[in-house]
């Protein structure tokens, strides 16, 4: 591994991982898939590093659910996956429902809308969202507006529903 | 000017648009009640989405921290300790967000937006700041995580900053926000701690010291009371003389917080589930007006927790809150943990947030250490 890409591995290594966990909900997942984003780094070391690190994982993970659809595997991106750490005993909220629903949730949005959204989480700005994405950046304002609403109101609906059925 | 479209309103929210549209944008903001109350509805959106997103982070347990580091000695109280939990620097991911749990919650306990849209600011506990500065604080100024920050998983920068304010109390909110922002002094120990005196083992009331013991920023508080007597005559005299005697002078700290009367001890406060946890310690900062005898002791939802704190509340990162409570102007965010009740009491103090965390018989030094560190 070149030097550069060394370098873009210490710096984004983490924030990639935690976009595709939050993505997928699974951390070996997200590692796998970091990990290969950096390999593509290293056969085509990217100028403008960060948007090409995140267009390159949200692409390989639309390729992923492209394959798994095809195949008619069903990816578990609801399983709410166990934190590394043992869960302390004041974990006794029903925390991992609540990440199940807003999974849920934000698997109901567009690719587009959830992407800007996960990125924007990032700290991208609207140029980087813009780049990463292939968008235009005016249209960067609506898309998040959109994406934001309907992550809140299918979240909400689910918890309605959750209330409703207990 | 016709009304505002969507996506400029959230523009502006993330500070994502020019000078001069900013000042368009703002014009009309001022002129029209509509656009305004779905600026303040983006708000809420874009604040309930960030949290949501943000809960979907792993939670590192609060143990894996106490693990981390051995029990300190009293004696290692003085010296700044490590950062807990934050293993690996550079990431931070492991940290879930407590608050974000909380913007779940408020969001399940019938947060709707739709219903008051003008309040949405308001009712949202968390200044637009807190959330512009990253993923794992609402507390923007803290140097500690700020100078550990990765620049690649940083929150948006200061994008609400520029964002315009819909209402004069958000203005004044955010005004004092970037005020406190450029204070050099060490301005956010909005802390209730210790006086300088040994503790009764195996009780525990932690203050927020940060990087800090526990009985320095007892000293700070301490010294912040007689700041705020000598600057804006809040203090009773009865709290800052015990100051005074205590510390000395402490001239040029800028700090505030509440110098008010101490609250009462344990037993007059009485209520089962402060049974076992230390109240036999002064409280520089409790609510003067606080009376046991007459404050009942109810559970509440986030929402109105985050609203009876004046529209933000403290929280401890990482761990998820079983429930929250009010008595009369404390509201106290309950955490189980399998040594008892964990509770973090918070107060509005000013313009600030005063808090103390009680932790439960039994629980290790270190632990109760840990805890009061993350107090975000």
Same mark, same amino acid.
């Given at each position: 591994?070149?030097?550069? *890409?060394?370098?873009?591995?210490?710096?984004?290594?983490?924030?990639?991982?935690?976009?595709?966990?939050?993505?997928?909900?699974?951390?070996?997942?997200?590692?796998?898939?970091?990990?290969?984003?950096?390999?593509?780094?290293?056969?085509?070391?990217?100028?403008?590093?960060?948007?090409?690190?995140?267009?390159?994982?949200?692409? $390989?993970?639309?390729?992923?659910?492209?394959?798994? #659809?095809?195949?008619?595997?069903? $990816?578990?991106?609801?399983?709410?996956?166990?934190? #590394?750490?043992?869960?302390?005993?004041?974990?006794?909220?029903?925390?991992?429902?609540? *990440?199940?629903?807003?999974?849920?949730? $934000?698997? #109901?949005?567009?690719?587009?809308?959830?992407?800007?959204?996960? $990125?924007?989480?990032?700290?991208?700005?609207?140029?980087?969202?813009?780049? #990463?994405?292939?968008?235009?950046?005016?249209?960067?304002?609506?898309?998040?507006?959109?994406?934001?609403?309907?992550?809140?109101?299918?979240?909400?609906?689910?918890?309605?529903?959750?209330?409703?059925?207990? | &000017?016709?009304?505002?479209?969507?996506?400029?309103?959230?523009?502006?929210?993330?500070?994502?648009?020019?000078?001069?549209?900013?000042?368009?944008? /703002?014009?009309?903001?001022?002129?029209?009640?509509?656009?305004?109350?779905?600026?303040?509805?983006?708000?809420?959106?874009? @604040?309930?989405?960030?949290?949501?997103?943000?809960?979907?982070?792993?939670?590192?347990?609060?143990?894996?921290?106490?693990?981390?580091?051995?029990?300190?000695?009293?004696?290692?109280?003085?010296?700044?300790?490590?950062?807990?939990?934050?293993?690996?620097?550079?990431?931070? !991911?492991?940290?879930?967000?407590? !608050?974000?749990?909380?913007?779940?919650?408020?969001?399940?306990? %019938?947060?709707?937006?739709?219903?008051?849209?003008?309040?949405?600011?308001?009712?949202?506990?968390?200044?637009?700041?807190?959330?512009?500065?990253?993923?794992?604080?609402?507390?923007?100024?803290?140097?500690? =995580?700020? +100078?550990?920050?990765?620049?690649?998983?940083?929150?948006?920068?200061?994008? +609400? =900053?520029?964002?315009?304010?819909?209402?004069?109390?958000?203005?004044?909110?955010?005004?004092?926000?970037?005020?406190?922002?450029?204070?050099?002094?060490?301005?956010? /120990?909005?802390?209730?701690?210790?006086?300088?005196?040994?503790?009764?083992?195996?009780?525990?009331?932690?203050?927020?010291?940060?990087?800090?013991?526990?009985?320095?920023?007892?000293?700070?508080?301490?010294?912040?009371?007689?700041?705020?007597?000598? /600057?804006?005559? &809040?203090?009773?005299?009865?709290?800052?003389?015990?100051?005074?005697?205590?510390?000395?002078?402490?001239?040029?700290?800028?700090?505030?917080?509440?110098?008010?009367?101490?609250?009462? &001890?344990?037993?007059?406060? %009485?209520? /089962?589930?402060?049974?076992?946890?230390?109240?036999?310690?002064?409280?520089?900062? %409790?609510?003067?007006?606080?009376?046991?005898? @007459?404050?009942?002791? =109810?559970?509440?939802?986030?929402?109105?927790?985050?609203?009876?704190?004046?529209?933000?509340?403290?929280?401890? @990162?990482?761990?998820?809150?079983?429930?929250?409570?009010?008595?009369?102007?404390?509201?106290?965010?309950?955490?189980?943990?399998?040594?008892?009740?964990?509770?973090?009491?918070? !107060?509005?103090? %000013?313009?600030?947030?005063?808090?103390?965390?009680?932790?439960?018989?039994?629980?290790?030094?270190?632990?109760?250490?840990? !805890?009061?560190?993350?107090? =975000?």
């Amino acid at each position: 591994m070149s030097e550069f *890409v060394a370098e873009l591995y210490a710096q984004y290594k983490d924030a990639l991982e935690r976009m595709l966990y939050r993505r997928t909900g699974d951390r070996e997942r997200a590692e796998e898939l970091t990990q290969e984003v950096f390999s593509r780094a290293v056969a085509a070391p990217p100028r403008n590093p960060r948007p090409w690190l995140f267009a390159v994982a949200l692409n $390989l993970l639309r390729e992923e659910g492209r394959k798994a #659809t095809r195949h008619g595997r069903r $990816l578990e991106l609801y399983r709410g996956e166990q934190p #590394t750490t043992a869960p302390g005993p004041d974990d006794l909220f029903d925390r991992d429902e609540r *990440v199940a629903q807003i999974r849920q949730a $934000l698997e #109901t949005l567009t690719d587009r809308d959830r992407e800007a959204l996960l $990125l924007q989480a990032e700290g991208f700005n609207y140029d980087e969202i813009a780049q #990463t994405l292939g968008l235009a950046r005016g249209a960067i304002g609506t898309t998040l507006a959109r994406a934001r609403r309907r992550l809140v109101d299918a979240y909400r609906a689910r918890e309605g529903t959750r209330h409703v059925a207990s | &000017m016709s009304h505002l479209d969507e996506g400029l309103i959230h523009a502006a929210l993330d500070g994502e648009i020019d000078a001069p549209e900013r000042a368009r944008v /703002e014009a009309h903001l001022a002129s029209c009640p509509a656009c305004r109350a779905r600026y303040d509805e983006a708000i809420g959106y874009r @604040d309930l989405a960030r949290g949501l997103v943000l809960a979907l982070d792993p939670v590192a347990a609060p143990a894996t921290a106490s693990l981390a580091r051995p029990a300190p000695a009293a004696a290692s109280l003085s010296r700044p300790a490590p950062a807990p939990v934050r293993a690996r620097p550079r990431q931070g !991911w492991p940290l879930i967000v407590a !608050w974000a749990a909380t913007l779940v919650a408020a969001v399940g306990l %019938g947060y709707r937006l739709g219903d008051r849209p003008a309040t949405a600011a308001s009712e949202l506990a968390f200044d637009s700041r807190s959330l512009a500065a990253g993923n794992s604080s609402p507390v923007a100024d803290e140097p500690s =995580r700020a +100078a550990s920050a990765d620049p690649a998983t940083a929150g948006p920068p200061a994008e +609400a =900053r520029s964002a315009p304010s819909s209402t004069p109390a958000r203005r004044d909110q955010e005004a004092k926000a970037v005020a406190s922002e450029t204070d050099p002094a060490p301005s956010r /120990e909005e802390v209730a701690a210790p006086p300088p005196r040994a503790e009764p083992a195996p009780f525990a009331r932690v203050a927020a010291g940060k990087d800090e013991s526990t009985a320095v920023a007892a000293r700070v508080v301490a010294e912040n009371a007689v700041a705020d007597r000598q /600057e804006d005559s &809040m203090g009773t005299p009865a709290a800052a003389q015990k100051a005074d005697a205590r510390l000395g002078s402490a001239a040029g700290r800028r700090n505030r917080v509440a110098a008010t009367a101490p609250a009462p &001890m344990a037993d007059e406060r %009485g209520g /089962e589930s402060t049974r076992g946890l230390t109240r036999d310690l002064l409280k520089l900062d %409790g609510p003067a007006a606080f009376n046991p005898a @007459d404050q009942r002791r =109810r559970e509440i939802s986030a929402v109105a927790a985050i609203a009876a704190l004046g529209g933000s509340i403290r929280l401890i @990162d990482g761990l998820v809150p079983a429930r929250f409570e009010s008595q009369g102007e404390i509201v106290r965010v309950v955490y189980r943990t399998g040594f008892g009740p964990l509770v973090l009491e918070q !107060w509005r103090a %000013g313009d600030l947030l005063a808090h103390e965390l009680v932790a439960p018989t039994g629980a290790p030094a270190d632990s109760i250490q840990a !805890w009061g560190k993350r107090v =975000r």
